[in-house]
């Protein structure tokens, strides 16, 4: 590079350092680091140089780019497969312990030169193992400084992205299962802000449901209760897991029950105690530890709790609320057309505003029940109201569950057949009584003149009346 010994460009080094133009950036070992120098529109017109501030020959460079967009990188043991441009930036993969240099950046052979110092940042978690709620928990950042220059400011923000304590001293906390993800270290140095995150693992239950759980007796019944996806049995186990179990709390006020325990012993397995025909899902090795069954039924009404015990006391459980949808009619499900009918369908209590009900009645009904009222009467039923009425309820165009109900409706007609046939089978009987008296009548006639003509030898009448 013959313009390095170009006076001017010797003076404006000068300057730059003289007047500390050099810029601090960092980067963690083994991350990537981005060098982002001055940007310009039309970056692509011109050549483009990054070096090492001791190797300053042009044929040194790092990485080049020249104005009809061909580029290159140095490729030597050192360097090599780790550096590339994205526009005019300089990045730098996997960090190594060697490569915290200061970097030159040069738009055109001629042109001014920029200084970039890369500094080591480090982050580190202790434990660095999965923790249980309650755990204490220590983060520290700590950022190398540069002679000369103002210490870089230190600030912690959380997984939800509050900012916590400020200081290069390492933060200490008691964690909640708030805590648990991506935990990020900001350093700012001359207004501009490097960030460093670590994870964290705090073990826990997947969050709970915001909603009850529908079912219905046509409907299944699903329980949930999970490991998150990233946590693993071992994990847990690794925490002196204690015991899992299931427990339900009938909404009837009844006691509650225990419907499930686990035995820890490999391979997993669920034991029951009153399992109220309820089944557990077949991936329980990898964590569920839901409970399921075909059809739901009144009696599931209530609260599921879901508990995992440690044996320094930690409890760790959810909560999942469950709700069966039901459609009672009055008077009854067998009615005679004409009848008045009132069919309600409800959960037990008042439909949550922000779910909606919908009636779906026979085929063949011309009803038209007002789609989202719970409860509707029917002045008089007819035949074809008969059949099967569904009653949907819905969430944000979501079907969560449906019930069912097969109403059976006699016409009125056969109250009239009846009479009629039971004014034939009294007319047959009548019949019948009348029958048998006539002949009953006969037979005494012809015992009494049989009786009659015993008295005297039989002769024909008529001869010894005279
Ligand atoms: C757990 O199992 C239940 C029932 O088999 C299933 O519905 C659910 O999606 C499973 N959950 C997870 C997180 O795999
Ligand atoms: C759930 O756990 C909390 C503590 O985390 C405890 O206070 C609560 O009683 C537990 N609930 C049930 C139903 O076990
Ligand atoms: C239907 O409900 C109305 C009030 O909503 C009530 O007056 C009527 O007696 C009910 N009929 C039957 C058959 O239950």
């Known amino acids: 590079m013959r313009n390095v010994f170009h006076p001017v460009f010797l003076l404006l080094a000068a300057l730059t350092s003289f007047t500390g133009a050099l810029e601090v950036i960092y980067a963690q070992l083994g991350e990537t680091a981005t060098i982002k120098p001055p940007e310009i529109d039309d970056y692509k017109k011109h050549y483009v140089y990054w070096q090492l501030e001791d190797r300053p020959s042009d044929v040194d460079a790092l990485v080049w780019r020249n104005p009809w967009g061909r580029w290159g990188t140095l490729s030597d043991d050192r360097w090599k497969g780790r550096l590339s441009l994205s526009r005019d930036s300089l990045i730098i993969k996997d960090v ?22 890369l500094l080591k940042l480090t982050v580190s978690v202790t434990p660095s193992s999965p923790l249980l709620p309650g755990d204490s928990l220590t983060l520290s950042c700590s950022a190398q400084t540069l002679q000369g220059h103002k210490d870089p400011q230190i600030q912690w923000l959380n997984p939800s992205g509050e900012k916590m304590k400020k200081g290069p001293a390492p933060l200490t906390l008691k964690v909640t299962s708030r ?7 900001v350093v700012t140095n001359d207004k501009k802000e490097n960030k460093a995150k670590v994870s964290v693992t705090v073990l826990d239950l997947s969050p709970a449901l915001l ?30 897991l204690q015991e899992v179990h299931w427990h339900f709390v009938p909404e009837s006020g009844r006691t509650p029950q225990r419907l499930f325990s686990l035995s820890l ?5 669920w034991e029951k105690d009153q399992n109220r025909e309820l089944r557990s899902a077949a991936d329980l090795q990898k964590g569920n530890l839901s409970l399921t069954r075909s059809r739901g039924n009144e009696e599931d009404q209530g609260d599921y709790v879901c508990t995992m015990k440690f044996k320094n006391g930690v409890l760790l459980n959810r909560t999942v609320h469950v709700k069966v949808l039901q459609i009672t009619s009055s008077p009854g499900t067998d009615l005679i057309s004409g009848q008045q009918l009132n069919l309600t369908c409800s959960v037990g209590h008042p439909t949550p505003s922000d779910l909606q009900l919908k009636w779906v009645p026979p085929e063949q009904s011309s009803l038209t029940p007002d789609r989202h009222l719970a409860h509707f009467t029917v002045p008089e039923v007819g035949t074809a109201d008969g059949g099967k009425w569904r009653c949907e309820l819905w969430q944000s165009g979501a079907l969560l569950t449906s019930a069912e109900i097969t109403l059976k409706i006699e016409p009125k007609l056969s109250l009239w057949m009846l009479v009629v046939i039971c004014g034939a089978a009294v007319i047959v009987i009548l019949l019948l009584i009348l029958a048998f008296i006539l002949y009953r009548r006969r037979q005494r006639m012809t015992h009494l003149s049989r009786r009659l003509c015993k008295c005297k030898t039989p002769k024909p009448r008529g001869f010894y009346r005279t």
């Open 179 to 185: 805590d648990s993800g991506q935990w990020i270290c």
């Open 265 to 269: 012993k490999d391979p997993l397995t």
């Open 96 to 117: 190594q312990e060697t490569d915290f240099e200061t970097f030159v950046f040069k738009r055109d052979p001629s042109g001014t030169p920029t200084k970039y110092k």
């Open 211 to 240: 909603r009850p759980q529908y079912t219905s007796k046509s409907w299944p019944l699903t329980v949930p209760c999970s490991l998150p996806a990233h946590i693993s049995w071992q994990q847990i186990k690794a925490k002196d």
